[in-house]
């Protein structure tokens, strides 16, 4: 389901709940549905989100719509500034080293507590996540084996039961997404991350209560994501104009009426 922009007389695009969402649940399906659209580019970086619109839309007050917003923004994927309408945070590309070497130790962290704290279920939940990881690679769709990816890494992470590093690991992929989205914007397609060849070693080592293994798999489907950023998001040759010139080619570009549905700032 897809958010409607409403276009109010001062002629600002705010972005509002289809009908279909109401008397679903509550506040956690607008976070669920806005999380969804902001982190696959449906909704660009700077669109408004009006949340008295989005609340008489749902059918909810306008308490649990900023809850869900409020939730959104320690995601860091929303802006909540004090007297103004919330907004999608903008991607910050400058900050990409820091987001990859914190995704390593979070991945890291994750598998090796998954091994250490794993029930039967969660070893289910994991090998059904691996299945349609392989299945995507399979079929070359690259876009579902990433998102496929991050479903077997968070399925490991609440297998840990640690809700600090899932929270914080959910956050990590969220940034991640957006940035190959945006590449996936400007070229047509979605890079390859070499990555499913470690899957079945690292439900192994799990399975096993391995947690050295474990670890050392997380670290390189860690690497695998780094590498596939430095080669296809950040270019190796005139980085920062090179990153000017995607940020104004994703966020200003023509093809955004085709992925914005609400207006950027």
């Not at 649940?25 to 982190?39: N, P, T």
């Not at 992470?157 to 959910?170: D, E, F, I, V």
Request: proline share 3%; glycine share 4%.
């Amino acid at each position: 389901m897809k958010a409607a922009v409403e276009r109010p007389d001062n002629k600002e695009d705010k972005v509002t709940l289809p009908s279909e969402w109401k008397r679903r649940s509550g506040a956690q399906v607008v976070y669920d549905q806005l999380r969804e659209q902001i982190v696959n580019l449906e909704l660009l970086p700077g669109a408004l989100l009006d949340d008295a619109a989005l609340g008489r839309c749902a059918g909810l007050s306008r308490t649990a719509v900023r809850e869900a917003l409020v939730k959104l923004s320690l995601d860091g994927l929303v802006e909540c500034p004090p007297h103004r309408p919330a907004t999608v945070t903008r991607i910050d590309y400058s900050s990409v080293d820091a987001l990859l070497y914190a995704l390593e130790l979070t991945l890291r962290s994750t598998c090796h507590l998954a091994a250490q704290n794993r029930k039967d279920q969660d070893l289910q939940l994991a090998r059904r996540s691996a299945s349609a990881l392989a299945l995507a690679m399979d079929a070359y769709n690259y876009t579902a084996a990433f998102t496929e990816l991050i479903e077997f890494h968070m399925s490991i992470a609440n297998a840990g039961r640690n809700n600090y590093l899932s929270a914080t690991l959910n956050r990590l992929f969220g940034d991640v997404a957006r940035m190959l989205r945006a590449h996936s914007l400007l070229s047509g397609r979605f890079p390859q991350i070499a990555v499913s060849s470690q899957t079945d070693t690292l439900v192994r080592a799990i399975w096993q209560r391995n947690p050295v293994v474990a670890a050392d798999c997380g670290r390189q489907n860690a690497s695998a994501l780094k590498n596939t950023i430095q080669q296809h998001v950040i270019p190796s040759r005139s980085r920062d104009i090179e990153l000017v010139a995607l940020k104004t080619m994703v966020f200003s570009g023509t093809h955004c009426h085709q992925a914005a549905l609400g207006r950027t700032t």
